[in-house]
């Protein structure tokens, strides 16, 4: 397993219980309790980032979160490769997944490893952060100054962001659909509760004057199998006409001697 994948979801786990990550934590957990809830199947999986319970509103039966390091929960969990699950083809009902993509050594692959297992109509739930942002321009400020030798993180450095448009595009390529998508956490990048709080007034504002600029977006996709219409040949029997009698009328009969 790759020890950079290993240290960047560790990085990230361990940012959740930050005054931001918590912040970040509440905001989702709505989203995934609310989402999750109206789903119904027999098989799910997190994907990922188990500090973060995105089934525990899911009334599908069997839930399992996959990890890439040792974790504890209320659900079983499972250490696997996200370019590699341990599961057959059209097997899963729901997969959630928590800022996967951001953390995948390679995320479209991941993406294509998600399309295979879903049956058909199956969703994946997707939550991401948004580089045009303010937590997304810090995250670009940072990594300038770490260039220059200089220390001025927010988010782990390992976090890789991906572009809510380009994951759409992603999926479209995947036959999937967009069933719904939006974004949130509007507040800026500040590591103190006093701030946060103070802020809090940004979300209502966020999402009424500049929705598109929110921290994270959130994504519900469904898998769409495209089938074959067979249709057979069409051969068209050509039909004998009965044979029309010859009519006789009374002007073109002549009278024999």
Not at 124 to 146: C, D, K
Not at 198 to 208: E, L, P, Q, S, V
């Amino acid at each position: 397993m790759d020890t950079q994948i290993i240290e960047s979801s560790s990085d990230l786990n361990d940012w959740l219980s930050t005054p931001a990550g918590a912040y970040l934590r509440e905001w989702e957990s709505r989203q995934f309790d609310k989402v999750v809830a109206d789903i119904f199947g027999y098989h799910a999986l997190q994907l990922g980032l188990s500090t973060l319970p995105a089934l525990q509103s899911s009334r599908i039966r069997h839930c399992w979160v996959s990890e890439n390091q040792s974790t504890s929960g209320p659900l079983p969990a499972l250490f696997t490769e996200d370019v590699a699950l341990p599961f057959s083809d059209q097997s899963l009902d729901l997969v959630v997944m928590p800022h996967t993509l951001e953390l995948s050594r390679d995320s479209h692959s991941c993406l294509r490893e998600v399309e295979r297992v879903l049956v058909p109509d199956g969703r994946v739930v997707i939550s991401g952060f948004n580089p045009v942002s303010l937590w997304g321009m810090r995250q670009q400020r940072a990594r300038l100054y770490a260039r220059l030798g200089w220390q001025d993180d927010f988010l782990p450095a390992q976090v890789d962001f991906l572009a809510s448009w380009r994951l759409r595009d992603w999926l479209r390529l995947l036959s999937f659909d967009i069933e719904q998508g939006g974004f949130g956490a509007y507040r800026p990048s500040v590591q103190s509760d006093k701030w946060l709080h103070r802020f809090a007034w940004m979300d209502k504002a966020g999402d009424r004057w500049w929705p598109i600029l929110g921290s994270v977006y959130f994504l519900v996709a469904v898998k769409r199998v495209r089938g074959m219409h067979l249709i057979s040949a069409n051969w068209k029997k050509v039909s004998r006409k009965p044979a029309v009698s010859a009519v006789t009328t009374a002007n073109s009969q002549k009278k024999q001697p």
